[in-house]
């Protein structure tokens, strides 16, 4: 069984100041075996990754968080970043004519760009670690179950110190390849620890400029 922690933002992302080489020390601290880097809407630090990885000993698989016209996606095993802005069942067809893995982050969490009920897609994240109440993600887990369905865990880590702090279980080889088809397979089990509120602080504070800076960018473009 690999441990993998397949929702982790950079420097890249918006919102985040974390390098690559700061995720892989973390992910050795935390005793992964599998991480992908999934920032929103780029993909460059996730190759970064995949290029660096075996010096620490881990599998990288790429990843980025799209921002659809309906909500955040997350797309696995994909070489080139989808399109944003798009409907989401759109982007799930472009991730999967990458043979990716279209997951779904965060669903039903609003505030956070989460997307409803979708069952076209090839997972959900059914824990993710920066929560409140603990209610979505009970509806995620509950909507996973009930239309049988692969689940992962996700850190959502914006930080170093949150990089495993939820993780998958996955019976496969490690090598991207084997990951995303037991993942595909179902072949997961989810372990998740919240966020602690100091940490969730300082993500908030981190992401504040970066935020008000893209929702600019977005907004004259």
């Given at each position: 069984?690999?441990?993998?922690d397949?929702h982790i933002?950079?420097?890249a992302?918006?919102?985040?100041?974390t390098?690559?080489?700061e995720?892989?020390?973390?992910a050795?601290?935390?005793?992964?075996?599998?991480?992908?880097v999934?920032?929103?809407d780029e993909?460059?630090?996730?190759?970064?990754?995949i290029?660096a990885?075996?010096d620490?000993?881990?599998?990288?698989?790429?990843?980025?968080?799209?921002?659809t016209?309906?909500?955040?996606l997350?797309?696995?095993?994909?070489?080139?970043?989808?399109?944003?802005?798009?409907?989401v069942g759109r982007t799930?067809?472009?991730?999967?004519?990458?043979?990716?893995?279209?997951?779904i982050?965060h669903?039903?969490q609003?505030?956070?760009?989460?997307?409803?009920?979708?069952?076209?897609?090839?997972?959900?994240?059914t824990?993710?670690s920066r929560l409140?109440?603990?209610?979505?993600?009970?509806r995620a887990?509950?909507f996973a179950r009930?239309n049988?369905?692969?689940?992962?865990?996700?850190?959502d880590?914006?930080?170093?110190?949150?990089?495993g702090?939820?993780?998958?279980?996955?019976?496969?080889e490690p090598?991207a390849?084997?990951?995303?088809?037991?993942v595909?397979?179902?072949?997961?089990?989810v372990?998740?620890?919240?966020?602690?509120?100091?940490?969730?602080a300082?993500?908030?504070?981190?992401?504040?400029?970066?935020?008000?800076?893209?929702?600019?960018?977005?907004?004259?473009?």
């Amino acid at each position: 069984m690999l441990t993998a922690d397949l929702h982790i933002h950079s420097e890249a992302s918006y919102d985040c100041e974390t390098t690559v080489e700061e995720i892989l020390e973390a992910a050795v601290e935390a005793e992964l075996d599998v991480i992908a880097v999934t920032d929103h809407d780029e993909i460059h630090a996730s190759h970064e990754a995949i290029e660096a990885a075996p010096d620490y000993g881990l599998t990288a698989i790429p990843g980025v968080e799209v921002s659809t016209a309906d909500g955040h996606l997350l797309a696995l095993g994909v070489e080139e970043k989808p399109p944003a802005g798009e409907p989401v069942g759109r982007t799930v067809e472009k991730v999967r004519g990458q043979d990716g893995l279209a997951v779904i982050p965060h669903p039903f969490q609003r505030l956070r760009h989460g997307v409803g009920p979708v069952r076209d897609c090839d997972a959900v994240e059914t824990y993710n670690s920066r929560l409140l109440t603990g209610f979505a993600n009970w509806r995620a887990l509950r909507f996973a179950r009930a239309n049988d369905m692969p689940q992962l865990g996700g850190s959502d880590a914006h930080i170093a110190q949150m990089v495993g702090q939820t993780y998958t279980e996955i019976d496969a080889e490690p090598d991207a390849e084997s990951v995303l088809q037991a993942v595909r397979e179902g072949r997961t089990e989810v372990h998740g620890k919240r966020t602690p509120l100091l940490h969730t602080a300082q993500q908030f504070a981190a992401r504040v400029p970066g935020r008000l800076k893209h929702d600019l960018i977005s907004l004259f473009s």
